[in-house]
DNA sequence: CTGTTAGCGCCTTCAG
DNA sequence: CTGAAGGCGCTAACAG
């Protein structure tokens, strides 16, 4: 019923084999048996059967790129922008074209292993892991021995947005400093003359929200403000002894939500910084609706410098994450068409990116 | 080197065959062996081996999203809807799992057509393409034939907010009424007293772009105001005769560049309906950087309600999508978890929701 | 440069 | 309910 390889062969009056080295290119052929070849798959209108040539090659083309939440511009960006640098391999031709597709996980833990081996049975080119990672020992343990897994299938592993793993089988590790540019909004929260700063948190366990909320600690603790930064690190769901960090999700709702609770505990507060612009936003509807002006009363701050941010009124003050390029980045290191960084492992830098959102808090001290 | 389905069937001492039976599921195989086998796998850490599980049954448990722009919430809310409920079927173990995967267009005809390829060579299970279709004839043709290909080698083909296509090799197909949503939507405006509404349409030659259009164009018409809906219909790109419909891209900076066109077009208008949300917010920007008060002086509207129109400020009165259902729906069908409506089409109503962005005019005639 | 020969790992009749 | 055998369509050594 469907066209295979045998037909392209005898209508182009060649062998079976022939006619595969000329759709997988990596091997001499005639130029004048090329084009009959050529021609007659046109003609045929034949399409490669993917499960056959992954069986006998021991490989496929498809990429998976796995992420949280893909209605969440952050993920969109980086995977549209991994698709795109993967994308423009393609031959055309019947031949080269790998698939980059990419897979949601909704943020579960289950699910990112359910992903994974889905992708597994598909003897994947490559993986690629964007944002960040649960902490739950468990799960990591998991996570690095799947991927371990697939490295030993030939499956490159490229993380990105996440520490690289403690076994480390990824070929790259692309990681944000997401500390760094989180002790530098909070930095600059406490320039402008802060000094009761709430902190609306992702989502607890994750190496995303405990590293920006390490940064933002650092922060008060170089200017001795606020006890909230013990011993502990980051604390449990809910909020923290002086009820100045909340947990939410990566939602307008929930950063909506956040706010209302920060604000109850502490009435005081003259800035919020949030997990995320999206998260910001949530923020400054709660703060509106309370009749708080932002910045004037109110200073909010959000993270990752999405597109709407800078049309937000007032446009938001955030840290941009270069977030398409290392999407690109990302997707070059797993078709092998960029080195990996020496060690493995590059750091992007988070640079501060401060707009009408923040101002002096109504009364400098 | 990896395990197979042979090693797994030598330690549960059974044959091959009952091993890829209790795998599948879809035949009766006694309890304890069953057992045994199941714990072999588990032992041995198998995973199926999709090209050749594929090979042998002639199709994969690969289903295909295919989006024009991941980074689109549109696309995103959608596609993840649709994996979602996929993914909700999950049997968790080794069996079963549909894996479904998001291929990003960018929403080129050419890459369209190669990323159905490639998926073809896959023999997916099923495939959604979400989101308008292009209208270039020769484009739409070769779409169906491909469709028509991919539908007779058992692939379930889906067509989720676009019309059905002619031949229709389509499963079923959700379309959105962008027509009577735009209609309403301009008749609102009409109904606040406005009269000079500029409209700025989404990329030309697509359907939603057209349906909109046309939509806006019948309230108009309805309304015995303007003369730009000639019988022509859609017009090229740029403006129209008179300078109140101009063409941009779904980005926020496209909207910035075609308010202002439309402004120094007629700096008289009093309202400007956008393509989309992301779209109007740029309008609004452009309008606020003119002096111009949103929406005392110009009232602006979008369309698709994405999640942060609520949140912007003003808050943007929209039509809204029933995103999510609609996509959850699209995975559903795509598995065969619901039947198709009746005739195999069905219309998805869009709804007007007013917001604090619309208002009379200045002065109302 | 091209043809021939074996499988890749699994599913699926067919027997038993 | 279970085992044995054949082949899915392609690639990868080998020859020539």
Chains 1, 2 share one sequence.
Request: hydrophobic share 40%; with cysteine; glycine share 12%.
């Amino acid at each position: 019923m469907t066209v295979t390889l045998v037909d392209v062969a005898a209508r182009a009056r060649v062998s079976p084999a022939t006619v595969s080295r000329v759709l997988n290119g990596n091997y001499p052929v005639a130029a004048a048996t090329r084009e009959r070849v050529l021609r007659a798959v046109d003609e045929l209108d034949y399409v490669l059967n993917g499960p056959a040539s992954s069986l006998a090659a021991a490989a496929s083309d498809l990429i998976g790129i796995l992420v949280d939440d893909i209605a969440d511009p952050f993920f969109g960006i980086i995977a549209g922008a991994a698709q795109t640098s993967i994308g423009d391999g393609v031959s055309g031709r019947a031949g080269g074209g790998k698939l980059a597709v990419v897979c949601n996980t909704g943020g579960s833990a289950e699910r990112e292993l359910t992903c994974l081996t889905l992708l597994q049975r598909q003897r994947p080119a490559a993986v690629i892991l964007a944002g960040g990672a649960l902490e739950d020992p468990r799960h990591i343990a998991a996570t690095t021995a799947k991927l371990a897994k697939l490295a030993a299938c030939g499956t490159a592993v490229v993380l990105c947005g996440r520490p690289p793993l403690p076994g480390g089988p990824a070929v790259a590790t692309l990681t944000f400093d997401h500390r760094g540019g989180s002790r530098r909004l909070t930095e600059h929260l406490i320039a402008l003359g802060h000094r009761r700063i709430g902190y609306v948190a992702g989502p607890p366990d994750r190496t995303t929200t405990r590293q920006r909320l390490e940064g933002h600690r650092a922060a008060l603790a170089g200017a001795r403000i606020g006890g909230s930064e013990g011993a502990g690190g980051v604390e449990g769901v809910g909020a923290d002894r002086e009820g100045l960090t909340v947990y939410c999700t990566y939602e307008r709702g929930s950063g909506y939500e956040a706010a209302r609770e920060l604000l109850s505990h502490d009435p005081g507060l003259t800035a919020i910084v949030a997990a995320d612009d999206t998260v910001a936003l949530g923020v400054c509807a709660a703060l509106r609706e309370k009749g708080l002006r932002v910045p004037e009363d109110v200073s909010v701050a959000g993270f990752d410098d999405l597109p709407f941010s800078a049309d937000a009124v007032p446009a938001l003050t955030t840290v941009r994450l270069p977030l398409h390029e290392v999407g690109r980045r990302a997707g070059r290191l797993a078709v092998g068409a960029e080195r990996p960084p020496p060690g493995g492992v590059e750091t992007i830098d988070a640079v501060l990116v401060p707009r009408a959102s923040t101002a002096p808090p109504p009364r400098v001290l």
